[in-house]
C-alpha cells in the first residue's frame, strides 16, 4: 500500500521523452517503406516471370501469415530502376568510340593552356582600349553598387567591378574590334563571293592553326577572283584578321578575358558552337558569355530562343574540364540531344583524367579551394534540373498566373545570314531545318 500512495512512484507513469517517441515514429515509417518496397518489388517480379506451363502461380496457392512477412521472404535483386539514382563510377574507355571520344576531349583541353602565354597576353592588352574599358567598368559597377544601396543597406551588388570589366569589353569586342564572316568579299572588286568547298592550308596558314580552309570565288563575270579563308585556331593570327565565326569568336575573346585578368573557360558543344565562360567571384559562379551575340548569363539561350538540341556542353580551363551541359539544358525531354559518344561512366573518367593533369602541380590548398568549387557548382548544376522540374508540374497546374520573368522570351540567332541559319536550325523553335545536322563549316 505504501508504494501505490508514494507520488515519487506514481511520477515516470505521467512523463515522456519527445525524442524517443521522435525517433521511434521515424523508424516505424522506414519499417513500412521498406516493408512496401519488398512487397513491390516481389509483385514486380512475378508479373514480369510467369510460373512455367502446367505449374500453379504463386499468387494461386494459400499462403500462411509467415509467408507475407517481408524477412522471411528470400531476396529479391532491385529493379533497374531503384539502382539508376546511384553515384556513377567512373570507367576508363574500352570500346572504340569512348577512346576516339576520349581523345578528342583530351586534344580540345589543350586549348585554353595556351592563354597563358605571356607573350600572347601583352600583345592581347595592346590591342585593347584599357583606358575605355575601365573606365566604363567604373561607371557601370558604380551606378549598380548605387541601385543596391537603394534597397538595402547590407544588399550585394548585382555584379562585382571585374564582371563589368569582361561586359565592357564584350560590348567593344561585338561592335567594334572583331567580323563575323559569311561569305568573305572579293578581295579584288569587293563583291559577294561563292564558296566552292575546302582546300588544303598553305604552310604558313597551317602554322597559324589554320587546319582547314574555305575556297570562295567572286561571283562577278568580269572578276573570277579566288578568296581563301583559312580557319585560323592560333589566337595570335586571329588578333591581326580580327574575323571569323564563332569558333574565331570564341577563341579570340575568351583569350582577351585572360588578358584583363578574368577567369575563362573554352566551351565545346558537340552540336557544332562554341562560347565562354567567365567565372564572377560576386556570384561565385560561372556565367555564360556568348562574344558573338553579346549574350552575357543567357544560358538557355541556345534551346529555348535559338531552338538547338544540345547533348554535349564541355567547359575547358587551366583547371581542368566540367560536363556543363545541364546549365544549358533544362529540359533535357524538349531540348536534349542522345548523349552517345560514350557512356557517362566514361566521360566521368575523362573529365577527372583532364582534372588531374590540370591541377597535378597545384598547392594543397589550390586543390582543395577547387575541389570546393566544383562541389558548389555540381550543387547549382543539380538545382537546374530541380527547377525544371518544378516548372513543368506548375505549367499543368490549371488557372495558373505566370511568374515574375518565367516567360522571358529569348531571341533566335542573330549572326549568320538566314538562309545559313536556317539550315542549322538556329532560327528558333519554331523553325524546321531541312537536315538535323548543322553543316560542320559554321563552327
Not at 523508424?27 to 519488398?38: C, D, E, I, K, P
Not at 543539380?382 to 522540374?389: E, I, K, M, W
Not at 545570314?417 to 523553325?431: F, H, I, Q, Y
Request: include cysteine; charged fraction near 25%; aromatic fraction near 8%.
Amino acid at each position: 500500500m505504501s508504494d501505490l500512495n508514494h507520488p515519487s512512484d506514481q511520477q515516470p507513469a505521467t512523463e515522456f521523452n519527445a525524442t524517443d517517441l521522435t525517433q521511434q515514429f521515424e523508424q516505424l515509417l522506414r519499417t513500412r517503406r521498406l516493408n512496401n518496397l519488398s512487397t513491390n518489388l516481389r509483385s514486380r517480379s512475378r508479373s514480369g516471370s510467369p510460373a512455367p506451363h502446367g505449374q500453379a502461380s504463386s499468387s494461386s496457392r494459400p499462403q500462411s501469415h509467415h509467408a507475407s512477412r517481408p524477412s522471411d521472404s528470400p531476396a529479391v535483386p532491385p529493379s533497374y530502376s531503384s539502382l539508376r539514382n546511384l553515384p556513377k563510377i567512373a570507367s576508363p574507355p574500352q570500346d572504340a568510340a569512348s577512346l576516339r571520344f576520349c581523345n578528342q576531349l583530351l586534344s580540345l583541353s589543350v586549348g585554353p593552356t595556351k592563354y597563358e602565354n605571356p607573350g600572347l597576353l601583352d600583345e592581347a592588352l595592346s590591342v585593347i582600349p584599357l583606358d575605355r574599358i575601365y573606365g566604363e567598368a567604373e561607371d557601370e559597377s558604380q551606378l549598380l553598387q548605387a541601385q543596391a544601396n537603394s534597397i538595402g543597406e547590407n544588399v550585394k551588388a548585382e555584379w562585382g567591378y571585374q564582371d563589368c570589366v569582361i561586359r565592357a569589353l564584350l560590348r567593344w569586342f561585338k561592335r567594334t574590334f572583331f567580323t563575323f564572316v559569311n561569305n568573305p568579299p572579293c578581295p579584288v572588286c569587293a563583291s559577294p563571293t561563292v564558296g566552292l568547298g575546302m582546300t588544303p592550308p598553305t604552310p604558313d596558314e597551317a602554322a597559324r592553326g589554320a587546319a582547314r580552309v574555305e575556297l570562295y570565288r567572286c561571283s562577278a563575270g568580269d572578276c573570277g577572283s579566288y578568296e581563301r579563308f583559312p580557319r585560323y585556331g592560333d589566337v595570335w593570327a586571329l588578333l591581326q584578321t580580327r574575323r571569323g565565326r564563332c569558333g574565331e569568336w570564341a577563341n579570340c575573346f575568351s583569350m582577351l578575358c585572360r588578358a584583363v585578368g578574368g577567369r575563362v573557360r573554352w566551351v565545346w558543344n558537340a552540336e557544332d558552337h562554341v562560347f565562354t565562360e567567365v567565372y564572377s567571384e560576386q556570384q561565385k559562379r560561372w556565367i555564360h558569355v556568348d562574344a558573338c551575340e553579346e549574350a552575357w548569363d543567357k544560358p538557355r539561350l541556345y534551346t529555348e530562343g535559338w531552338g538547338k538540341k544540345m547533348s554535349y556542353c564541355i567547359a575547358f580551363s587551366t583547371d581542368g574540364a566540367t560536363d556543363v551541359t545541364r546549365r544549358y539544358v533544362r529540359n533535357a525531354t524538349n531540348h536534349g540531344a542522345d548523349r552517345t559518344r560514350a557512356p557517362e561512366e566514361v566521360l566521368l573518367w575523362i573529365i577527372n583524367k583532364i582534372r588531374r593533369n590540370r591541377r597535378e602541380n597545384l598547392s594543397k590548398e589550390e586543390r582543395r579551394r577547387l575541389i570546393a568549387e566544383d562541389e558548389r557548382e555540381e550543387r547549382e548544376l543539380r538545382g537546374y534540373v530541380v527547377q525544371a522540374l518544378a516548372a513543368e508540374i506548375g505549367r499543368m497546374l490549371p488557372a495558373r498566373a505566370p511568374a515574375s520573368g518565367e516567360e522571358q522570351k529569348l531571341p533566335a540567332r542573330q549572326t549568320g545570314t538566314a538562309l545559313w541559319r536556317e539550315a542549322r536550325g538556329e532560327n528558333g523553335p519554331a523553325s524546321d531545318a531541312p537536315d538535323p545536322s548543322p553543316p560542320r563549316e559554321g563552327h
